[in-house]
């Protein structure tokens, strides 16, 4: 069974960096596409972010192209979402998800994923 924990939010003035990571267990990441996803109360979880770990591709959603960079370590088995340049509409929580093998044109929607961390929350205020 594939586990995900987030880790890295807090609370970071408008114009700051950070740096989430996502922490996998119970298999390798080679056969997985990782995703991030942005939840705010209200809306629908979006998807922000993705790596396919088979072919390499990566996926950024329009908002974010800019300012968000994915990457992953596999000795560590984490992937990690660096965000630069924080907007206070960067505000909610963060997601990392697993799906095997899904390619990157699907990582816009959360239903194609299966496997779930717990979040991390992520405050973007001055």
């Known amino acids: 069974q594939v586990q995900l924990v987030e880790s890295g939010g807090g609370t970071v003035q408008p114009g700051g960096s950070l740096d989430l990571s996502c922490a996998v267990s119970?298999?390798?990441?080679?056969?997985?596409?990782i995703g991030w996803f942005h939840k705010v109360p209200g809306k629908e979880r979006g998807g922000v972010s993705c790596?396919?770990?088979?072919?390499?591709?990566?996926y950024y959603g329009d908002s974010v192209k800019a300012r968000f960079t994915i990457s992953r370590n596999n000795d560590k088995n984490t992937v990690h979402l660096q965000i630069s340049s924080l907007q206070v509409e960067d505000t909610g929580t963060y997601f990392c998800?697993?799906?095997?093998?899904?390619?990157?044109?699907?990582?816009?929607?959360?239903?194609?994923?299966?496997?779930w961390g717990q979040g991390t929350h992520l405050n973007v205020s001055s």
């Open positions: 790596i396919n770990n088979i072919d390499g591709r990566t």
């Open positions: 119970g298999s390798s990441l080679d056969s997985y596409t």
């Open positions: 998800a697993a799906a095997r093998g899904l390619a990157v044109e699907h990582c816009d929607s959360w239903r194609w994923f299966d496997h």
